[in-house]
C-alpha cells in the first residue's frame, strides 16, 4: 500500500462520514437524495464505497441536501479530495494463456474483425460456439489480440462445472479489473450489471466471456451501448441472446490442421503422407491435434507407431491424452451436462451406419414418437455433440462417435444393445443408402 492509500485508510471515508452527518441531520438515504438531487442508487454507493470519489460538486450538492454548516462542507469536501489523489491503479489486465503454435481461422478472425467495428446501437457481442476441444477459447484470445494489452478482460465463466460462476461473481470480478478502487460490488445483479454498465461506457475494451452455460449468466455483462466488445464462447448456441452475431466453429481444414502438426517444435520427423493421416484420425480438432502433437515431441516416439496406435478405434480416445489434456475428459464434461434421453440416444446413435441419419433413426434408436425424438436432437445440437446439415441431416464426427460407442458399451447391457440393433435394421430396410451424403 503506497504512503497516500495508507493515510487515507487511517482517515474516516467519505462513506463513513456521509453516514455519519445523514444520522445527525435524522434523514434517511431516501430523503437525503431527493433533497440533494441525486437518486437513491448513487448515494447508497457513496455510502457503501462502492463510489470512493465523488466530484466535487456532488459533494456540494450533499451538503445542501444535508443542510450542512461550512465546517461539515469542508470536512466532505477534503475527505474527497484525499480520496481522489489516490493514484488510481491500472486496470488489470484477465487473459488466458496465449497457446503457441495458432494456426489457420483466418476467416473467422476476419469476421469477429469485421463485426466487432460494427456501428449499431447496441455494443458489439459475437457468440462463438462450437464442440468440445474445437478451439472456442483459443480464436477468442487471438481475436481479442487486436486490443491493447491493458484493454483486454478475460473471465471464465466455468459452464461446465458443478457450480457454474454466477453472474454476479463474473461481474464483480470485471469490475475490480477496470476499477479496482470500487471496495464493494452490490450482491444485488441489476445493480452490480448498472454499476458495471457505468464504469466502462466510454471505454474501448473486449471483454471474453469464456465457457458460458445459459443466456443468463451472460446477459447482465452485455454492455448495453458504447464501444467495449464482448466475445462469448460456449459448447451450446445460446439462441436467447438477442443483437449478436453468431459463429459455429467447425473443425480445422485438412490443410490447416497439417500445418499444426508440422509447426510443432522438437516433434519426431513425418512425411507429409503421416502429417495428413495424423489430421485424419483428429479429424482436424484442435485439442486431439494439439495433444498429438505432444505425444509427437516425446523422446522415443515415432510417427508411423502414434499413427498406428491412433488407427486402433478401441484405442484412440485413450491414445489422445497428455497430462491433463484429454479428449475424452472434454467430451465427458458435455456428456454430463445431457439428461438420461439424449445421453440415450447420443450412445445409440454410434451404431448408425454411413455418415448423417434424421429424426426418423434417432425415433427408431430411442423407440419414442418422432417429434420427441427431435427434441432430444435438438438438445444434442444445442451444445454442439450434433451437427444439422444444410439438408436438415444430423451428423457428428468420428471421434465423438467413438465416445459414444465407448459409452454405450458402459452404460447398457448386450440385450438392450441387440434390441437397439434390431430396431435399427428395421428402420433401414426402406432406406438405401442411409448415410449417402
Known amino acids: ?3 497516500a492509500e495508507d493515510q487515507v485508510a ?26 440533494a438531487g441525486l437518486s437513491d442508487r448513487a448515494l447508497s454507493n457513496l455510502e457503501r464505497g462502492v463510489n470512493v470519489r465523488p466530484r466535487a460538486r456532488t459533494v456540494r450538492a450533499i451538503a445542501d441536501g444535508l443542510g450542512a454548516g461550512p465546517a461539515d462542507l469542508e470536512d466532505l469536501l477534503a475527505t474527497a479530495r484525499r480520496a481522489r489523489s489516490v493514484q488510481r491503479p491500472e486496470p488489470a489486465p484477465l487473459a488466458p494463456r496465449r497457446i503457441a503454435g495458432f494456426t489457420g481461422r483466418a476467416e473467422e478472425l476476419a469476421l469477429i474483425a469485421a463485426w466487432t467495428t ?29 486490443w491493447p ?21 463474473v461481474l464483480g470480478r470485471l469490475i475490480r479489473a477496470v476499477s479496482p478502487d470500487v471496495r464493494a460490488v452490490p450482491r444485488d445483479v441489476d445493480e452490480a450489471s448498472a454499476l458495471w454498465q457505468t464504469l466502462i461506457r466510454d471505454r474501448r475494451l473486449v471483454v471474453v466471456l469464456d465457457n458460458a452455460i445459459s443466456e443468463s449468466q451472460v446477459r447482465p455483462v452485455l454492455p448495453a451501448s458504447g464501444p467495449a466488445v464482448t466475445l462469448v464462447t460456449s459448447r451450446r448456441s445460446l439462441s436467447g441472446l438477442d443483437d449478436v452475431f453468431r459463429l459455429r466453429l467447425d473443425p480445422l481444414p485438412e490443410d490447416d490442421a497439417v500445418r499444426m502438426l508440422a509447426a510443432v517444435p522438437g516433434r519426431a520427423p513425418a512425411s507429409p503422407n503421416q502429417l495428413l493421416r495424423l489430421a485424419e484420425l483428429c479429424v482436424g480438432i484442435p485439442l486431439a491435434l494439439r495433444i498429438a502433437g505432444q505425444l509427437l515431441s516425446r523422446p522415443g516416439t515415432t510417427t508411423a507407431g502414434l499413427i498406428t496406435r491412433l488407427a486402433a478405434e478401441e484405442r484412440r480416445l485413450d491414445t489422445l491424452a497428455v497430462g491433463d489434456l484429454q479428449v475424452r475428459a472434454a467430451f465427458d464434461l458435455s456428456y454430463r451436462q445431457l439428461p438420461e434421453p439424449a445421453r440415450r440416444l447420443l450412445r445409440r446413435l454410434s451404431l448408425v451406419p454411413g455418415s448423417s441419419f434424421g429424426p426418423e433413426l434417432a425415433a427408431a434408436l430411442t423407440g419414442e414418437p418422432p417429434a420427441v425424438a427431435e427434441d432430444i436432437l435438438d438438445d444434442l445440437v444445442d451444445l454442439s455433440l450434433l451437427q444439422q446439415r444444410p439438408d436438415g441431416r444430423l451428423e457428428f464426427h468420428e471421434l465423438l462417435r467413438l465416445y459414444a460407442a465407448g459409452e454405450l458399451d458402459r452404460a447398457e447391457s448386450a440385450a438392450e444393445r441387440a434390441a437397439t440393433l434390431r430396431r435399427l435394421h428395421d428402420r433401414l430396410r426402406p432406406e438405401v443408402p442411409i448415410g449417402a451424403p
Not at 149 to 169: I, Y
Open 10 to 35: 487511517q482517515e474516516e471515508t467519505f462513506g463513513a462520514l456521509l453516514r455519519r452527518l445523514r444520522a445527525g441531520a435524522g434523514l434517511t438515504l431516501e430523503q437525503l437524495a431527493e433533497a
Open 1 to 3: 500500500m503506497s504512503r
Open 149 to 169: 494489452p491493458g484493454d483486454r478482460l478475460h473471465a471464465d465463466l466455468r459452464g461446465l462445472d458443478a457450480r457454474p460462476a454466477t453472474a454476479v461473481q
Open 118 to 146: 460494427h456501428t449499431g446501437p447496441a455494443a458489439p457481442v459475437v457468440a462463438i460456439s462450437g464442440d468440445a476441444g474445437v478451439g472456442k477459447t483459443t480464436l477468442a484470445a487471438r481475436a481479442a489480440e487486436a
